[in-house]
């Protein structure tokens, strides 16, 4: 008797709703039309900065780059050198970069939102599903943002100190003098990887020019709470690297209020530093080849786990610890421990949303929230993916560095 064609056989049964699988994630930023050979991945992410000026001719030479490159998603946010994406500054100040020669920044933009390839984040989310029935058919959510402190007369730049009575909404946040607190409390707490130029505070930020760590810390605030899986950045060029940050959480004070801050931090040890090199660089975050993977759990995807704050009383939160191997070595591909560890972050701001600003008339809501989803959220690894390696004018002449690869587990969808 024949076989009865597989399309007549009993469909496969859905996978457990906490099922991971290996996606690669090509980690790139800071291109400056530089067009860099890409690995073979699933997903492409750029991190801003693809041109100088933001010219239309910049922007069409990049993009199309980006769109013949072989993935199935692709993520691109600006970063402060595409000037002509940020329609406001590029309102006030364009005349200083392209007086000869203006550009539309109507037409500029259009190049990345009508792409056909191209997912383009303006300080918003999306949640991406990987649907060739050949790649990892996992999922994922997002964040991405151009935002970055201001230093000169560059695009999308906020103040990290001044207060501000003004809305938050997506056009607020994407203005130039918008405060930190403004911009990145709009960062939902339910992502899965966040996408931002600028990288947090102390985390790949150390600039060789100024001899100092230059990353934003509301940002990293913002991250502690958060605590997504995975942050790339750049902006930041000799901060390229990528860094394991572990989390701890403690008890709620008499408000309510939970101190955040950073258990641990692993820093990656490139395997293939020379750009000359064919080896990638990679960041092996799963448990391939003994590897310790990384500790992240998305409570909300277990089934029978809720996350709800008021079915965990005030008191309870998890103290953040830093477990160890049985055999007390960490065996993780190019990351090693080192003794750096932050101090407290200190919540204070009210919510009752799945963002970091929300009703000031439950103040304590946020932070329990945060707790609690983010039990499971234990580790977030950041990667500083700055291709360039040089700073303008390049007097030396201009180096690049090879992309980031990330090997991540995610969810799978289907």
Known sequence: ??????????????PPPNLTRRTRIVCISDTHNSTVKLPKGDVLVHAGDLTNQGSYSELSKSIRWLERADFEAKIVIAGNHDITLDHDFYSQHGQSFHN??????AKCLALLTSSPTITYLCHNSATIQLKDPKGPRTEFTVFGSPCSPKNGLWAFGYDQSAQSSEPTDTQAVTR????????????????????????????????SVASDHLGCEELLTVLSRARPRLHICGHIHSGRGAERVRWKAGNPDRRGYVAYGEAAVERWEDPSPDSRSAKISLVDLTARGGNRPLDFHDLERVPGVSCSPSLLPAGTLHQGEVPTDRDGRDRDSGLSRTSKTGADLNGGLAI???????????????????????????ETCVVNCAVVATNWPHVRGKHLNKPIVVDLDLPVWV
Request: glycine share 8%.
């Open 352 to 378: 009752d949303t799945p963002s970091i600003i929300g009703d000031s008339l439950n103040p304590t809501r946020y932070d329990r929230t945060a707790s609690v989803g983010g039990m499971g959220r234990r």
């Open 100 to 105: 000869q020669n203006p550009q539309d920044p």
């Open 1 to 14: 008797m024949n076989n009865p064609p597989s399309s007549l056989s009993s469909p496969t049964p859905p």
């Open 176 to 207: 130039s003098g918008a405060v930190a607190r403004e911009i990145w409390g709009t960062i939902p707490l339910n992502i899965d990887i966040l996408v931002t130029h600028t990288p947090p505070l102390n985390h790949c930020d150390e600039s």
